[in-house]
């Protein structure tokens, strides 16, 4: 196949060298010149006994991958269900009970109105969220607060009726903000169940895929979830997407609203 000038350059800029032709030619040309005549056939004598061939060298054991430091884990908290918002707090502070104990610089518990009428959950903390302890914060969380804001709601100081709630499904920060493992979900579920049992909130805004499905225990995605009304343990639920999806899919913020508009018509009746 040959290659034009342009293309040539290009593959030698790679480090591939493109022979020519002629440079091809030349060592077959130069092998055929310098082959001596064919020697007469020799004496037919008696063949020499075979040397045996030198035995192997010895191969040099492989060398052993570097040991990893396991660090070890306890349990998770046991009695939960009976926990005040101190005890829990703390429990939540010293779990060990997966493997993310091992990189967070801090838990990120939750904040808000501890008898909030909505109660805001999302996925798991991010590099800021990890810093400062609070869950959605950086632009994730401004936008999180300019959805609340057009509602009449903030997570700043105020009553139960405007003052939100809001917790993540993991407490822990996931190494390079991945996404959290099912079973870095089961061993947080019982903190959350927690929260929101004391929380007691007439609507619970589920944002994100994890969080969805790990309250509504199902795999549907958020699209097929979305625009009604669900239930966890007799509160209602209202599925929409997660802020950082939003910031990168700002064409479903209209998608969004909806679902907000829908939390807040549950909450009409009781106003």
Excluded at 134 to 157: C, H, I, W
Aim: aromatic fraction near 4%; proline fraction near 11%; glycine fraction near 8%.
């Amino acid at each position: 196949m040959g290659f034009s000038e342009r293309q040539a350059l290009m593959l030698e800029e790679m480090g591939i060298r493109v022979w020519t032709r002629a440079e091809v030619a030349a060592p077959v040309e130069a092998v055929a010149e310098a082959a001596p005549e064919p020697a007469p056939a020799p004496v037919q004598a008696r063949a020499p006994a075979p040397i045996p061939a030198p035995a192997p060298a010895p191969r040099a054991p492989a060398a052993r991958p570097p040991a990893i430091e396991v660090v070890a884990r306890g349990d998770r908290p046991t009695g939960t269900e009976t926990m005040d918002w101190p005890a829990l707090r703390e429990a939540v502070a010293g779990c060990t009970a997966c493997g993310l104990c091992q990189g967070r610089t801090q838990t990120v518990f939750g904040v808000g109105n501890e008898r909030a009428h909505w109660m805001v959950v999302g996925e798991a903390p991010g590099e800021q969220e990890d810093r400062q302890g609070e869950p959605f914060v950086g632009k994730s969380g401004q936008l999180l607060d300019n959805m609340l804001r057009a509602l009449g709601l903030t997570r700043d100081e105020a009553g139960p009726e405007r003052q939100v709630y809001i917790a993540n499904t993991v407490k822990c920060r996931p190494p390079g903000n991945r996404n959290p493992e099912p079973q870095e979900l089961s061993q947080c579920e019982p903190f959350l169940m927690r929260q929101i049992a004391l929380v007691q909130p007439r609507v619970i805004l589920a944002m994100g895929r994890f969080a969805v499905q790990s309250l509504l225990r199902s795999n549907e995605p958020i699209g097929r979830l979305r625009g009604r009304v669900h239930s966890y343990q007799g509160v209602p639920l209202v599925v929409t997407y997660h802020p950082a999806y939003l910031l990168r899919n700002p064409e479903d913020k209209g998608r969004a609203w909806d679902d907000l508009c829908l939390a807040r018509e549950v909450l009409a009746p009781e106003g």
